[in-house]
């Protein structure tokens, strides 16, 4: 067995946020796995496989991307972002998990991990710093958890006056989640705390707006949007937003 | 005023990590700015004049890189990591509101913020995924904030079963905060905990260890280490650790 498993971050679209350790990997690789569009992102060239699939196939992809490598090939997964925050690096492990069960030796595989600058960083970086102190990032997609436990984990970090990145705001299954998630921010921080809308960020399309709590709407956002709700310490400086590292 | 700020992440350590925005930015620039071992981690050439200072004066940093910038100059403020983590971002934007008080044509410089892979990404990279699900990024250095406010944090953080990224665990001026905060997260979320110790990660002195809370040390940790603890639901499986999409 030769083959080895990369599962790679792509960063949230510009080439120019691409790490070389990623440029390299993906040169090298026979077989790249990923969600159409990420593969897409992966220029064709003589010796390389792409496999594209469609979302929600996290675990089949995963798969297919061990059995590849336990073949022999050379396999890059391919996220966006930062494949260890709300992407492909946990479904793969989920998945070496349950290969085990049948193919003990998938154990050996070598897999490794290449981080990538995941969306709310780069959201952050345009909008200024409002992540400059401490924060939280939590995924409003409850495919896999009750909105019970997001609604808990978001009344927690405003109650402790953490700066908040939300993930995948508005899932077309659910997309009332994303209001009441505002509701109850805006409770919690009252309507002057600032919002940053940060929408296909470093790409063509980007849209940044900030706003505050009380003007933010639920359609401001959808699902290539990231979301970062300020501390209470969070201001403006002429054009920028951002968290000093002095606590309020 | 012809002159422009740019506030770039380093990334934790390896030059394979170095965003190619981040190296365009150092090549053009006029001057650098920044801790001097960042500093030194851009290599001398005519045109570029390198500006080390040490830890601890990130104001007057950001304040000279302001009047470079407004003096005409290509400026880079080089941060390890993210610059919005944690690091000189935040600082340039409360330089410059300062600033802005005797020298209000400041507002007009343009700035920019770069980012890079944080050293909690980078950690848990090297680990595997146990940042895969919600988390927080807390700074234990209490310089600027008092630690009622970072225990609160800390006890809110592991109540409602975020996994959880320590940055700066053990400063020199207050060694003890970081056996406290073990022993916080201990009582909380019990001994079977898993925490992974990531040294230095991405240099050549990288060590990663995971341990369980019970066996956690202060000694494991310096200030070069960043500390992941997880949640109830982050496990092993052969050698790496992760946290899986689905809520425990």
Same mark, same amino acid.
Not at 137 to 166: C, T, V
């Given at each position: 067995?030769?083959?080895?498993?990369?599962?790679?971050? $792509?960063?949230?679209?510009?080439?120019?946020?691409?790490?070389?350790?990623?440029?390299?990997?993906?040169?090298?690789?026979?077989?790249?796995?990923?969600?159409?569009?990420?593969?897409?992102?992966?220029?064709?060239?003589? @010796?390389?496989?792409?496999?594209?699939?469609?979302?929600?196939?996290?675990?089949?992809?995963?798969?297919?991307?061990?059995?590849?490598?336990?073949? @022999?090939?050379?396999?890059?997964?391919?996220?966006?972002?930062?494949?260890?925050?709300?992407?492909?690096?946990?479904?793969?492990?989920?998945?070496?998990?349950?290969?085990?069960?049948?193919?003990?030796?998938?154990?050996?595989?070598?897999?490794?991990?290449? &981080?990538?600058?995941?969306?709310?960083?780069?959201?952050?970086?345009?909008?200024?710093?409002?992540?400059?102190?401490?924060?939280?990032?939590?995924?409003?997609?409850?495919?896999?958890?009750?909105?019970?436990?997001?609604?808990?984990?978001?009344?927690?970090?405003?109650?402790?006056?953490?700066?908040?990145? $939300?993930?995948? &705001?508005?899932?077309?299954?659910?997309?009332?989640?994303?209001?009441?998630?505002?509701?109850?921010?805006?409770?919690?921080? @009252? &309507?002057?705390?600032?919002?940053?809308?940060? %929408?296909?960020?470093?790409?063509?399309?980007? %849209?940044?707006?900030?706003?505050?709590?009380?003007?933010?709407?639920?359609?401001?956002?959808?699902?290539?949007?990231?979301?970062?709700? @300020?501390?209470?310490?969070?201001?403006?400086?002429?054009?920028?937003?951002?968290?000093? %590292?002095?606590?309020?």
């Amino acid at each position: 067995m030769t083959g080895a498993l990369a599962i790679a971050g $792509l960063g949230p679209g510009a080439e120019a946020l691409v790490t070389p350790e990623v440029a390299e990997a993906l040169a090298e690789a026979t077989d790249v796995v990923g969600y159409f569009p990420y593969v897409a992102r992966v220029p064709e060239r003589p @010796g390389l496989t792409r496999h594209a699939s469609d979302n929600r196939v996290e675990l089949d992809r995963a798969r297919l991307a061990l059995d590849l490598a336990a073949a @022999g090939r050379r396999v890059v997964i391919v996220s966006s972002g930062d494949p260890g925050v709300f992407a492909m690096a946990s479904a793969v492990f989920e998945a070496l998990e349950a290969a085990l069960e049948d193919a003990p030796d998938y154990g050996h595989l070598p897999i490794r991990v290449l &981080p990538g600058i995941t969306a709310m960083l780069a959201a952050a970086a345009r909008a200024g710093a409002p992540l400059g102190h401490d924060f939280c990032a939590i995924n409003l997609s409850d495919n896999l958890k009750p909105w019970a436990l997001i609604e808990r984990r978001l009344r927690a970090a405003a109650e402790a006056d953490f700066a908040i990145a $939300l993930y995948n &705001p508005r899932s077309k299954a659910r997309p009332e989640g994303f209001a009441r998630a505002l509701d109850l921010l805006r409770e919690t921080c @009252g &309507p002057e705390r600032l919002v940053t809308f940060a %929408r296909a960020v470093t790409t063509p399309e980007e %849209r940044i707006e900030t706003v505050t709590l009380g003007a933010a709407r639920p359609e401001m956002a959808d699902m290539r949007t990231v979301v970062l709700i @300020g501390s209470s310490a969070t201001r403006r400086v002429v054009g920028h937003v951002y968290t000093p %590292r002095q606590a309020s």
